[in-house]
């Protein structure tokens, strides 16, 4: 039986997770749903989250679906607001990714503001409407899914790099103005290939059907690796609390 399936008895405690994507937020939902917690997900399109519905209800725990479009202010205060209605929210995962890869003289004004607005401004919307029920509560979680490109700008990657760089200084300004409030804020950095579909697509792309076959194992990450450190940071003591996290495979150069 893995991490998601075990069902301990429901804690009276919510967790919201803004970009239930069928990877790494899914995994995310589905490792917190695991521990007893309801878990909120949202998505833009909220009916792609029904298979991830059915599995953590198969397994006995609770799961909200919501179309969500982390850009829009309103839509977001409302999403939390609902995550805190009838049960405390403990923690609130920011995970949206807006990964595009232009040149650029391609990069045009409307892609550098769409990136920018999912992935910076998205963020700061969830953490400040987070911040808002937590320092009522008492105390929460709030963390951010960073990338590589949070702390190095790579080729093509310009609209990509100045939002998670942005992103990142926002969860660091938050987290030294919200620690001492008893809110744990961390910001982490996924170094490296997840294992999906289209990362497996992008390596035979880019080098051929030999390369998936001579892959080592472990060497692309399993989300549910990654949802794990998330639950690991949630369950910190407040004397420890790690800040910036960054995960890689151990056969990742970097």
Known sequence: MTDAQKSPPPRN?????????????????????AEGYRVFGGRRNGDKLAPLKARIEAAGGRFEACTLDA????????FIARADADQ?????????????????????DRVFRKV????????FLTG???ARHML??????IFFT????????????????SAKAGLRAVAQAMAR????HNIHVAHLIIDAGVDTAFVRQRIVAARGEAALETLAEDTLMNPDSIARAYWMLHRQSRDGWTFELDLRPFAEVW
């Open 136 to 141: 009522a509560r008492g105390g929460g979680s």
């Open 88 to 108: 405390p929210l403990e923690a609130v995962i920011f995970n949206v990714g807006a990964n595009v890869n232009f040149p650029l003289l391609e990069t045009t």
């Open 71 to 78: 850009r829009d202010e309103a839509q977001i205060t409302d």
């Open 177 to 180: 103005e919200l620690g001492p």
């Open 146 to 161: 960073g990338a590589t490109a949070s702390v190095r700008g790579g080729i093509g990657y310009a609209a990509f790099a």
């Open 13 to 33: 405690a919510a967790v919201a997770v803004v970009g239930s994507g069928d990877f790494i937020g899914g995994a995310i939902a589905e490792r917190f749903a």
């Open 128 to 130: 400040r409407e987070a």
């Open 116 to 123: 920018w607005e999912m992935a910076c401004q998205g963020g």
